[in-house]
């Protein structure tokens, strides 16, 4: 196994901490995600629901830190960092500033409180392939039922093969071994308000490496806020609360992270459609603070384009996509460009709407 943490080491080295090959999990820190979401609860007039929004910030934060001082490492020592590569490319050609959309079946990721939004039946299957021959495969599913919307999600991440050495240094590979990761979530999301959602999701989380292997679970929460202002909506969600898990000798906590959004639709005859702006705020256990930005214009119902930033992260930046909708078909296209010539990732997704009722 030494072999394996040097060549992680190498590929740290020459990619960025964020890039890591991240196929333990315990050394490595890849792409952050989040998923918890927060509210307001509505007031008669627009300066109570600010006063309420600015003060449900305040208690996020307090959570924040008091999770962060179980939960704190230094950075690359949270495990399971697969769970922060995202889903769905509609949301990473927006930067995956999606904290307060989560309005399709991929944003159990980012939100599960979104769930509640989602009418009749949705199925989403991601295809996403990545540096250093990296992919994923990535399964979403809601179904509106028990007085609000259930979700499954499946994610799949695969390595590909790699030398195995028993005697590190070697010029002599003995063998091969192909790692991978696996999550499976359920959820459920529902509204407990007019313009109020709320939303969780626990995942059963699976790694191996060669003859290794590592188990654990982890719990999403979200709340979604409708605000008073137009098109403005809201949202918080905690993403990966969960007990250490252990891999061979070394115990992790999964990447614990907080994020804050907001979004803003504006539809216009003018615009022949409508803009949706968003940001979010992320809070990771073991790194800086994150911001995600993103834009998505939709002409009609029929074409989307997209574009995102993600600013804080060491080889991601710019993000971009576009999206073609044909009756109850969405396929979504996400361009993500990597820093210092390191390659790039490209992800696809294909929706399938069943409308309710």
Request: hydrophobic fraction near 40%; aromatic fraction near 14%.
């Amino acid at each position: 196994m030494c072999t394996l943490w040097a060549r992680l080491n190498e590929s740290e080295e020459v990619l960025g901490r964020e890039v890591v090959l991240l196929a333990s999990g315990v050394e490595n820190n890849l792409v952050d995600r989040g998923i918890l979401c927060y509210n307001i609860v509505r007031d008669d007039s627009l300066g109570g629901e600010m006063k309420r929004f600015f003060f449900a910030l305040m208690v996020a934060v307090s959570v924040l830190s008091i999770f962060q001082n179980v939960y704190a490492g230094e950075p690359g020592t949270s495990g399971f960092v697969f769970l922060r590569l995202g889903n769905g490319a509609r949301a990473s050609g927006m930067g995956e500033a999606f904290t307060a959309i989560s309005d399709d079946a991929t944003g159990i990721y980012f939100n599960p409180a979104g769930l509640a939004g989602i009418e009749g039946v949705e199925l989403n299957v991601t295809h996403s392939e990545w540096l250093m021959g990296i992919r994923f495969e990535q399964l979403s599913f809601a179904n509106e039922m028990f007085g609000g919307t259930v979700g499954l999600n499946f994610t799949g991440v695969y390595y590909g093969k790699m030398d195995r050495y028993e005697n590190y240094p070697s010029l002599t590979p003995d063998g091969t071994f192909s790692p991978y990761d696996l999550a499976f979530s359920t959820c459920y999301g529902t509204d407990i308000l007019p313009n109020l959602s709320i939303g969780a999701s626990l995942k059963m989380i699976y790694e191996k490496i060669d003859f290794e292997s590592a188990t654990g679970w982890a719990l999403d929460i979200g709340l979604l806020h409708k605000s008073m202002i137009k098109g403005l909506t809201l949202g918080a969600s905690i993403l990966n609360l969960g007990p250490q898990a252990k891999f061979v000798e070394e115990k992790f906590y999964p990447p614990f992270q907080l994020r804050v959004g907001a979004s803003y639709r504006y539809a216009n005859e003018l615009l022949k459609g409508s803009l949706i702006l968003a940001s979010d705020a992320v809070f990771p256990n073991d790194s800086d603070a994150k911001l995600h930005l993103g834009l998505e214009y939709n002409y009609r119902t029929y074409i989307s384009m997209r574009v995102g930033y993600k600013a804080n992260y060491y080889v991601q930046g710019a993000t971009m996509g576009i999206g073609v909708q044909y009756q109850k078909l969405r396929f979504d296209y996400a361009y993500m460009p990597l820093e210092y010539s390191v390659g790039n990732s490209h992800r696809f997704s294909l929706s399938v709407f069943f409308p309710g009722k």
